[in-house]
């Protein structure tokens, strides 16, 4: 069984600048959701995919919006990066929508200079 | 909303001493419970899930009980390692996102 796999591992972008981050889910689960951790913190909820549709969003403004593929891959872009949007991106799998475990990836370290 | 409060850290102990990380939480339903573990440089790693009250998830020598009397869900374990040290996060998970504390630095020194 393939684990969640993300990239890529670290990403230096300028302000302003737009970046996609990628992730592969667990075989076997069709949901992914995304979380931004910054530093020190919890991560907190961005968006969730299930059956390539966005089910569910927090917080978080339209510059974030992100796709997931048939194969239930996903991607997150951010658009117009600010400085603030420096963090690790954690993308989580599950099997379905709802009150399942999460298995997460290593995460994206993203540095917005 | 929903939300999750932890224990603030960072916690210390000695190898062998007893651990309890504190966590309540607030939800409008019936929310799933869970205990996440990041070590350092590191993603997420589920340690432990309650879905009901009153259930006990376990693993590694970890416990947590579900009590919705008291809106908690604590993190015990009776003898800590070295290798236990990281960051342990509660978080809970109802309808479509899962909302996580702030984490709990633990060391354990040996």
């Known amino acids: 069984e393939t684990g969640v796999t993300q990239s890529p591992t670290h990403l230096i972008k300028t302000r302003g600048q737009q970046v996609t981050l990628r992730c592969s889910s667990q075989?076997?689960?069709?949901?992914v959701s995304w979380y931004q951790q910054a530093l020190g913190q919890g991560p907190q909820f961005i968006f969730q995919y299930y059956r390539e549709e966005e089910n569910g969003r927090g917080n978080f403004p339209p510059r974030f919006s992100g796709l997931q593929f048939p194969n239930y891959s996903s991607e997150l872009n951010v658009n117009a990066l600010e400085l603030d949007d420096s963090a690790l991106y954690l993308c989580?799998?599950?099997?379905?929508?709802?009150?399942?475990?999460?298995?997460f990836g290593p995460g994206t370290r993203l540095t917005v200079t | 909303g929903n939300s999750v409060t932890q224990m603030e850290g960072p916690v210390t102990l000695s190898e062998e001493a007893f651990l309890t990380i504190n966590c309540t939480y607030t939800a409008t339903g019936y929310p799933s419970l869970f205990w996440y573990v990041q070590y350092p440089g590191e993603g997420l790693q589920l340690l432990l899930k309650a879905t009901k009250a009153d259930d006990k998830g376990s693993n590694k020598g970890f416990e947590a009980t579900y009590r919705k009397e008291t809106t908690s869900f604590h993190l015990e374990k009776g003898s800590v390692q070295v290798s236990d040290s990281a960051v342990y996060f509660c978080?809970?998970?109802?309808?479509?996102?899962?909302?996580f504390g702030a984490g709990t630095r633990l060391t354990v020194k040996p």
């Open positions: 075989s076997g689960h069709n949901t």
């Open positions: 978080a809970l998970s109802e309808r479509n996102d899962m909302r």
């Open positions: 989580a799998s599950s099997f379905l929508a709802g009150n399942y475990e999460q298995y």
